[in-house]
């Protein structure tokens, strides 16, 4: 059975996904681009001047063997994109998906369809039933459920999650969304490892057992 | 000038220090042994069984240089400790701390000298008197800061420590005595270094910048 995978999701110490407020010049708050700069410094992002090292091994795994996306709606846009119909997402005309990519709110509109394979689905559901649907679009391949923290959160709470890769980020970010809250006991479910990086950050990987 | 310094301080992923409720019996909550067993299986606890790897390496860093100790009422005993005028504390005759060891509480007894080397002092006073008077009984070595999460929270909030060892332990506690809350932006005033040990631990050592 095709998996459902989180790749790539960055936390501060503190277990922040982001800061705050979040908004159109600052999608992630007063976190501002320091959860994601070891991504950049990688070349899953910059393919020729980026580096090819612990980091770089992992945030590839985030384009390999997916059928569809699932993010939440304050992935997709900044406070408040429901009443813009303008909006298509923070990527351009060529989104990074370059698969169905279900966006979760309550309230829909019709489909999007981008360049390069992506497009964007509009879902008021709870999570299994947008699981349920993302599968059905992915086929064979896997699922990935693209964030923020509270969709991860919710998701993994549910038991939806076969495999889920954090990166915790040397900072202590104070406020913003927080991942961990609920989840008490994930041990009790998912095989645990950690491997710290020359970078700084540390890479979580949580694999549902059996 | 000797330094303030946290050793082998053990929180769970999502930042608890200690589960709930604490009690004679349960020191740590539901969290158990859970934080600790990381440790108990070095040679710092068990000097003839226990390994002598990564772990035991930061462990033993507790031991080496200190001339004093301060904890919070909660490390001294389980909530109520102070209506019982026997309490000597979870350790036996021989406490493990072998210097004068300062337990902040709102209602201080008389002087406790134990085996070993260990006097229990017991004072009301602000993290910044504590320090003072620790840093007197220290003379040229230094302070250890000794828990729980709130005591290491308060003083490191309020600039009085100078190294802090923390071990994040593969585990989600979801609720007790949580480290982080308060200390944004730390970054700004430490460097941070992160090593995962093959444990399952990692460990974050924070130094303050000059």
Known sequence: MPL????????????????????????FGHAGQRLHEWMFATSFWDREAGQRGVDAVFAARHELGFGAEIMGANKFGPPGWQDDPDWQGWWGDEPPFHTPT?????????PLEMAGGTTFHFLDASPAEAIAVAREAAGDLDVRLGGGASVVRDFVAAGLVDHLHLVVVPIVLGRGARLWDGLEALEDTFDIESVSSPSGVTHLTFTKRG
Chains 1, 2 share one sequence.
């Open 102 to 110: 279900y966006v979760l709110t309550h309230r829909p509109r019709p």
């Open 4 to 27: 459902v995978r989180v790749h790539n999701f960055s936390i501060s110490l503190d277990g922040f996904g982001s800061g705050e407020p979040q908004s159109l010049e600052s999608p």
